[in-house]
């Protein structure tokens, strides 16, 4: 499915030369790097920009003004030789988006005598000039390559700067305060006008007022069709959809009035205690439709929840979805269906668990159900409106990025795996395998206070997560270890 809340990337390529090296190398370097990307990923993504090579600030005025008015807004800076350190870190400093840095290497033996280019030398240069600058910029892990190496750390680059950009045009939208007990979620919202984040705190009274006005919508007929066309024999509560439709209708209609002058949004809602009672109904499968779509909703007013979601969607181009990191797994599940199937150790393995906020193509035979939990204490009929299934198994990428209550920005990343084992329980749940589990749960997150909401991307996203969280200045980025290697607070003297 298509996300049509994240933005559309193009990567202006512009290639530069130190006026005392030869322009041909920078020139020739940057063919051959827009014909090695266009034949591994297609030119969709990439604007080469031919006017100039930036060899002095007025080609970096030029070549500004024409990535610009080619639409580009994530930035590649090639260094063809040397570069000119001071010019080329002015592109970076004036273009306003992303910016990457990379650099070619020597081809052969024939251009050592007289067309060396010395790019390994110049990136040193270029990164020096771009800390005087104060200027941030993604430098892959090794960043001089040939031309079909550089087009990967371009490709690689795009995920992030869809983050990126989707970031600096975010609007998160929040309904109520977080609920009693969950103070864990903190939401100082310092850290989110750091990285270009709006946000709108509504009270859950204008949203209920909002969803009143909405109960002779002429489109509830036609929503509540569609959810059960998606829910098919799952629509184990058809009576319930005319009000779940309603209320989808409220907050797509919230989101366009209020979007302003941002273009994507995430939500944060209450979706307890008194929401069931109000409302007749939960929130739950409305939030993982608006999911499927690339608009996180997160629970219990979960700000960086629905931040660290949005993240995941723009990163994986998938939906995302949040869930608790909730219960263990017990051992004899563990026994029959985990040791010898797929040998991981009893603390490598977790279950995650959500009332029903995962969208449904990431479920196995989806159903809509009563919110189990909640019926405890409320009438059964108030709390339908739940979906739930076993996600689907497959590689998946833990993660969270979070502002602590003194304003701190931290965040860690873990990739892993959902495995194919019935989880034998209710709500929206998985059996997650993530090697060395234990010690990331005691090293980072325990220790570092993280709360008990995960966002969980499909797929192996690790790796440019990690670097847009370097990017927004994370002062920490936990992972899960190696065994090898310790944490800090690890205790050396364990049995």
């Not at 771009?130 to 087009?151: D, F, H, M, N, S």
């Not at 939401?187 to 209920?208: K, M, R, T």
Request: aromatic share 10%; glycine share 8%; hydrophobic share 40%.
């Amino acid at each position: 499915m298509k996300m049509t809340n994240i933005p559309d990337i193009k990567v202006g390529i512009v290639a530069v030369s130190r006026d005392c090296f030869p322009e041909s190398l920078s020139v020739g370097r940057r063919a051959a790097l827009a014909a090695a990307y266009e034949k591994k990923y297609g030119a969709d993504d990439i604007y080469v920009c031919p006017i100039c090579i930036v060899e002095s600030e007025i080609h970096m005025q030029q070549a500004l003004a024409d990535i610009t008015a080619a639409g580009c807004n994530a930035l590649c800076v090639y260094l063809g030789n040397f570069g000119p350190e001071i010019s080329e870190t002015m592109l970076a400093q004036n273009f306003g988006g992303p910016v990457m840095f990379c650099a070619a290497a020597e081809e052969d033996t024939a251009v050592l005598l007289d067309d060396r280019g010395d790019a390994f030398c110049g990136m040193l240069n270029a990164s020096y000039n771009l800390k005087l600058r104060g200027v941030k910029a993604y430098i892959p892990e090794y960043p001089v390559g040939t031309a079909e190496e550089c087009a990967d750390m371009i490709h690689d680059f795009v995920p992030i700067a869809r983050a990126l950009v989707g970031l600096k045009n975010l609007k998160i939208m929040t309904f109520g305060p977080r609920p009693q007990n969950f103070f864990a979620c903190n939401g100082p919202i310092q850290q989110l006008y750091n990285i270009g984040v709006e946000i709108e705190e509504n009270s859950e009274l204008d949203l209920f007022e909002s969803f009143n006005n909405h109960a002779n919508d002429p489109r509830i007929p036609e929503v509540a069709a569609d959810m059960a066309r998606e829910l098919g024999k799952g629509n184990k509560k058809p009576e319930i959809l005319s009000r779940l439709a309603q209320y989808e209708i409220t907050l797509l209609d919230w989101i366009e009035a209020h979007k302003g002058s941002k273009k994507y949004v995430a939500l944060a809602g209450k979706c307890w205690p008194a929401f069931q009672t109000q409302f007749k109904c939960v929130p739950c499968y409305v939030n993982s439709r608006l999911a499927g779509r690339g608009i996180p909703v997160s629970c219990e007013v979960d700000i960086y929840g629905c931040l660290s979601e949005y993240i995941g969607v723009c990163v994986s181009g998938d939906a995302a979805t949040i869930l608790d990191i909730n219960n263990t797994v017990p051992r004899d599940i563990y026994t029959a269906d985990i040791l010898k199937q797929f040998g991981y150790k009893p603390t490598d393995v977790f279950m995650g668990f959500h009332c029903g906020n995962t969208c449904s193509y990431k479920l196995i035979n989806p159903e809509m159900k009563y919110q189990k939990i909640m019926a405890r204490s409320l009438p059964v009929e108030v709390t339908n409106g739940t979906i739930e299934g076993d996600i689907v198994p497959g590689p998946v990428t833990v993660y969270r990025l979070q502002s602590t209550s003194d304003n701190h920005l931290l965040a860690y990343v873990a990739e892993g795996e959902i495995l194919p084992v019935p989880t034998r329980t209710f709500g929206t749940t998985g059996i997650f395998a993530v090697k060395e589990m234990g010690r990331f749960y005691r090293h980072v997150l325990i220790q570092n206070a993280f709360p008990h909401h995960a966002a969980v991307a499909f797929g192996k996203s690790g790796k440019a997560l990690f670097e847009v969280f370097k990017y927004l200045g994370a002062e920490k980025i936990g992972y899960n270890q190696p065994a090898a290697l310790p944490y800090p607070t690890e205790n050396p003297f364990k049995a």
